[in-house]
């Protein structure tokens, strides 16, 4: 059985930084692309940050130059480094791992509440 878990988030000041984990245990081969998605309350969910095994990285345009994705293949986990938060990044944010076989995985979410 496949468990993927968040951590990291919290509550953090406007400008602040956070960094949210991702690690995925159990049956879990040939992860392909890795990513970080968020919930604001009323919206969509959107893609924030993704990344493939050979390290392309791509961001929604509200994050450019602010977040930064990273993974550790060997390990399961992804790593997203949020710096320069703004009221309009709090949500919940989900990670998303995705197999060779297309087979879609995502963990229970983790709050994150930029607030003064």
């Known amino acids: 059985q496949v468990q993927v878990v968040e951590s990291g988030g919290g509550l953090v000041q406007p400008g602040g930084s956070l960094r949210l984990s991702c690690a995925a245990s159990?049956?879990?081969?040939?992860?392909?692309?890795m990513g970080w998605y968020r919930q604001a309350p009323g919206k969509e969910r959107e893609l924030v940050a993704g990344?493939?095994?050979?390290?392309?990285?791509d961001y929604v345009e509200s994050v450019k130059g602010r977040f930064t994705i990273s993974r550790n293949s060997a390990e399961s986990t992804v790593y997203l480094q949020m710096n320069s938060l703004k009221p309009e990044d709090t949500a919940v944010y989900y990670c998303?791992?995705?197999?060779?076989?297309?087979?879609?995985?995502w963990g229970q979410g983790t709050q994150v509440t930029v607030s003064s």
């Open positions: 998303n791992l995705q197999t060779q076989n297309l087979d879609n995985y």
């Open positions: 159990g049956s879990i081969f040939n992860i392909n692309n």
């Open positions: 990344i493939t095994p050979g390290g392309f990285t």
